[in-house]
């Protein structure tokens, strides 16, 4: 009975991992030229399209951060597996219709459906978190970080290439595609046991919170999803620009650029299972906190690179302190919490990652808009280290409550 539970969970790892990759290539095949297939839609002044640019960007993320709590709720209730199927068929069906749009607002629209079906990742996460073996789950969520981490790697490149020979369009059509193999794969081979809760022993958000043996544990962890990913997208808004600076105008900032912005997400693919495998041995909060500190450490030198293959370096650096915080993050939340519950409080987790890629282009923009470039790099280093300092309270007052 329990090799067939591990096969059980292991199946649902090797079929979700090929789907948050074929996912994370088609999500990221599109975000590259988003700014020049808008552009196609009208004759749009330099303001207007960076207004257009902004609001089809952010839309997605707005949604998601205010409805993700929503479908983790529905998912505790009904099943996580019916999540995926909800999230792959409706984001497959709504980026395949972006595809025929002849005007911003249809896009704008659109986007906001999409961060309403959005969810496929969170909830992959979410149903490995609940599936997987406590004492295994911090492998089983770094190897499937990586599927998406590779996927959002390849996407660019294949993406650009497509676009550049077949048009904007097509692009939207593959990924569409893309998604509905994922919707296949999930309907046809991802296993769930799933107990729904009787509805009078449903607890309220509020309750789940007080019954949770360290809520501020919990409280502390969304803010560091949060930070991960502000920290992570501030740098894209200049990152092209950054580029240029330091290479003196070279005719090759746009291929070098794509691979300092590669580099955190290369590192996170090689590093994120193995940091996993080691938290299961030593312990996930040591790791955590070593990454946040980590983290701290190689913002600080960003600031003051005097050429590109130094910020390539430390971008690569970037990714291993990632690779240390959000699988770890994702590990100690399914650790800490009740299987009935693990949706709502990834739910949640979800909506603090949306908001986050929503502030961090944001922060990163205004920073280097009245200081400089340098002045974000030193800003989110405070951010990474203010939160080290949060997190380790807390663990800290935690291991003290069990002595």
Same mark, same amino acid.
């Given at each position: ?58 839309? %997605?993320? @707005?949604?998601? !951060? =205010? &409805?993700?709590? #929503?479908?983790?709720?529905?998912? +505790? ?99 569409? %595609?893309? @998604?509905?193999? !994922? =919707? &296949?794969?999930? #309907?046809?081979?991802?296993?769930? +046991? ?210």
């Amino acid at each position: 009975m329990k090799e067939k539970q591990n096969n059980y969970w292991k199946k649902n790892l090797t079929v979700l991992w090929f789907s948050t990759f074929i996912s994370g290539i088609g999500f990221s095949m599109i975000t590259p030229f988003m700014p020049l297939y808008i552009n196609t839609l009208g004759n749009f002044t330099k303001s207007q399209l960076v207004t257009w640019n902004g609001l089809i960007f952010s839309a %997605t993320f @707005l949604v998601m !951060a =205010f &409805i993700s709590p #929503v479908w983790g709720k529905i998912a +505790d209730r009904r099943g996580r597996k019916l999540m995926l199927i909800r999230a792959s068929l409706g984001m497959a069906i709504v980026i395949t219709l972006q595809a025929f749009v002849v005007a911003p607002w249809q896009l704008l629209v659109l986007r906001l459906l999409q961060g309403v079906f959005s969810g496929f990742i969170s909830n992959a996460n979410t149903l490995i978190a609940s599936t997987a073996p406590r004492s295994q789950s911090g492998r089983a969520l770094g190897t499937l970080n990586t599927g998406v981490m590779s996927g959002t790697l390849l996407g660019p490149l294949v993406g650009g290439a497509i676009a550049q020979y077949f048009g904007y369009r097509v692009p939207f059509l593959i990924t569409g %595609t893309l @998604l509905f193999i !994922a =919707f &296949i794969l999930v #309907v046809t081979f991802i296993q769930e +046991d799933f107990h729904p809760i009787a509805k009078e022993d449903e607890e309220s958000t509020k309750e789940i919170f007080h019954n949770l043996k360290h809520p501020k544990i919990i409280f502390a962890l969304f803010v560091t999803t949060f930070i991960i990913y502000a920290s992570n997208t501030s740098i894209n808004p200049f990152v092209s620009l950054y580029t240029k600076q330091l290479m003196n105008g070279s005719s090759n900032v746009t291929l070098v650029a794509g691979l300092v912005a590669a580099m955190p997400g290369i590192a996170n693919v090689i590093a994120a299972p193995r940091f996993g495998a080691l938290g299961d041995r030593i312990g996930t909060e040591k790791i955590l906190i070593g990454g946040l500190f980590f983290a701290f450490l190689v913002y600080i030198p960003q600031a003051f690179v005097t050429n590109i293959w130094q910020l390539a370096g430390l971008r690569f650096l970037v990714g291993i302190s990632d690779a240390c915080l959000a699988p770890q993050v994702q590990t100690m939340l399914a650790k800490n919490t009740s299987h009935k519950y693990t949706g709502r409080i990834f739910g949640y987790n979800q909506s603090f990652q949306s908001m986050g890629n929503v502030a961090g282009p944001l922060l990163g923009s205004s920073i280097a808009g009245f200081y400089n470039y340098s002045a974000v790099f030193l800003f989110t280093s405070s951010l990474a280290l203010i939160n080290f300092i949060w997190v380790f309270s807390n663990l800290k007052v935690k291991n003290k409550s069990h002595l």
